[in-house]
């Protein structure tokens, strides 16, 4: 991958025990399974051996990604509260509806607890702005006006 990856504090930690989870948990789990499933003889016809095979085989895959995700990983803190950026909650009224969204990483996001990346729609827009300014954004259903109301 070699480029780099913009991460909160917490989103830096949480990949850390993801990674420490498969390192120290999962994998060896795996290799004993698969250790396992290779002393029942047959390998050609042995289900449980090419199951874990490929789970161990798709774990180290994770593994290595995380591993080059943490390498290239930069850690931003937002430097003030007077515009919105990287690792601001940003709380903004739709309409007549109020709404509180966390600025992270594309590998933090998760539009369900309300974290948005900085480079989706939203998120770029957002970026810059000031408690009062408005943003537009397009959305499928017609462009969508957002008000800051706060950051912190």
């Known amino acids: 991958m070699n480029s780099q990856f913009l991460l909160t504090k917490q989103g830096l930690d949480r990949l850390k025990l993801e990674l420490e989870a498969l390192t120290s948990v999962k994998r060896p789990q795996l290799v004993e399974r698969l250790s396992l499933a290779r002393s029942m003889g047959d390998l050609s016809e042995n289900s449980d051996y090419q199951d874990a095979k490929e789970s161990l085989s798709f774990i180290e895959g994770q593994i290595a990604e995380l591993e080059d995700l943490l390498v ?10 007077t515009e919105v950026s990287f690792g601001h909650a940003v709380k903004v009224k739709v309409g007549k509806t109020e709404a509180v969204f966390e ?15 900085h480079t ?33």
């Open 103 to 117: 600025i992270v990483g594309e590998w933090e996001a998760n539009p369900s607890q309300k974290k948005i990346s």
């Open 120 to 152: 989706s729609p939203l998120g770029k827009a957002l970026l810059g702005k000031k408690i009062g300014e408005q943003v537009d954004v397009a959305a499928p259903a017609g462009k969508i006006v957002y008000t800051v109301l706060s950051i912190s």
């Open 72 to 81: 290239n990983a930069s850690v931003s803190k937002p430097t003030n509260n």
